[in-house]
């Protein structure tokens, strides 16, 4: 690794849609930088993990929900200043439990034309217009 530089973090995000067309955001309640600000459930994707995978396992650990149905939405890259992400999502249109903040995270289901409103991480306000032309 060249000094300085910053690693690439590779994550998976789901986005629940239900029989209402509202989609599931979730709340960060890390201490970092984006402490309240709300994202589509998910997380890192381990070393040798195939990125449908690490979607089940998360949506497990953050959520409570087991992943039934899903299919690959778009990947995009973001920078941060202090990071570099590259985010996996996945369109998720069946699951079982209902999804519940199992690490203390608020869940707020919001209809897709209203997402602009909410205070979304950097790297997903893409994909909002992306899930507006669906």
Do not use: C
């Not at 530089?5 to 509202?22: E, F, Q, Y």
């Not at 608020?106 to 217009?129: F, G, M, Y």
């Amino acid at each position: 690794m060249i000094r300085g530089s910053v690693n690439r973090i590779h994550v998976v995000a789901g986005i629940l849609i239900d029989t209402s067309g509202r989609v599931l955001i979730s709340e960060r309640v890390d201490d970092g930088p984006f402490h309240g600000l709300w994202e589509f459930p998910g997380g890192k994707i381990r070393k040798s993990e195939a990125a449908r995978v690490a979607l089940a396992r998360e949506l497990v650990e953050e959520i409570g929900v087991e992943l039934v149905a899903s299919e690959f939405f778009l990947e995009l890259q973001h920078d941060y200043p202090d990071r570099k992400v590259s985010i996996e999502f996945h369109l998720v249109s069946q699951w079982r439990n209902e999804p519940a903040g199992l690490e203390g995270q608020a869940l707020r289901w919001v209809k897709t034309d209203k997402l602009e409103a909410e205070q979304l991480l950097p790297a997903d306000l893409p994909v909002v217009e992306a899930l507006k032309a669906l």
